[in-house]
């Protein structure tokens, strides 16, 4: 055998190479693959593994097994109390049948166009019979049940299965928004004051209890005070009238020294008296008082 023909043979392995790599594909366990042939469907793999499709005339699309996220749309919903509220929902589902999926929606944008007003259109189906207060109790779950249920009668023709759906947030619109918000504000304002005007009657009361209390107290003390007062006034009386009793003439002396300290201790005193006045007795007396 010559080099020509080892030559030959050298490009028929290294095609047949080719052939069999561009034939071979391989599902893995988390997606699922339609084999093409020539953009028409021509079988379903959904067994993870190798597989074999027709080079260059075939070609593989993969899809997911798993679960797939949808946002659709905030979708403002007027509830039956007649309360507009704006509600963010959003979805989870699986594609249960690739060709399906693949002839109606291709793609998740295509899902996104179709399932999206689909879920919207439920929302305010089930959600306009109930009202703000059940929307945010306990009948929540219930609701979103009865949105996912009405969903998947819908979906099934996409090849999609609705797992759950939920609503991640439910807000009034702007406009409602800022009313409700001034209600708030107004109510917390008038509380505010309610509870300062309490707090003022109540230390008005605590004021005037503390006054009273004071006032009893200073009476008590003053009273006290008097009555200690007199006693002391009458000891002092008793013990002036004994002294007085002991020796007259010389408690009369003592008390005559005490009015002149009295009336001449100032500066520039002058006192206009009668020269034969008894203010001036003990000046001209000759003797002292007896006891001295």
Known sequence: MGR?????????????????SSAAFTVHQTTQA???QLGEPKRVVTEAGLNFKLPIVQNVLYYEKRVLNLDPPVESILLSDQKRILVDAFAR????DALEFFKTVRTEGGVRQRLGPIINASLRGVMGNVTLASVLSEE???????????VNVDAGRFGIELVDVRIGRAD????????????????RKREAAEFRAQGFEQAQRVRAAADREATVIRAEAEKEA????????GLRTE???KAYGRDTDFFNFYRSMQAYEKS???????????????FFDFFSATETPKGK
Do not use: C, H, W
């Not at 023909?5 to 069999?20: E, K």
């Not at 589902?93 to 249960?96: A, G, L, T």
């Open 172 to 187: 009034f619109p702007d406009e409602i928004s800022q009313a409700v918000y001034g209600r708030m504000n107004s109510e």
């Open 226 to 233: 008097e009555i200690e007062r007199g006693r002391g006034e």
């Open 264 to 278: 001449l201790s100032g500066q520039g005193t002058f006192m206009v008296l009668s020269p034969d006045s008894e």
């Open 140 to 150: 929540r779950a219930d609701l979103m049940l009865q949105i996912r249920d009405r």
């Open 4 to 20: 020509k023909s080892f030559l030959i043979l050298g490009i028929l392995i290294i095609a047949l190479g080719i052939a069999v």
């Open 34 to 36: 339609i084999v093409l």
């Open 239 to 241: 013990i002036l009238n």
């Open 93 to 96: 589902y699986r594609i249960s």
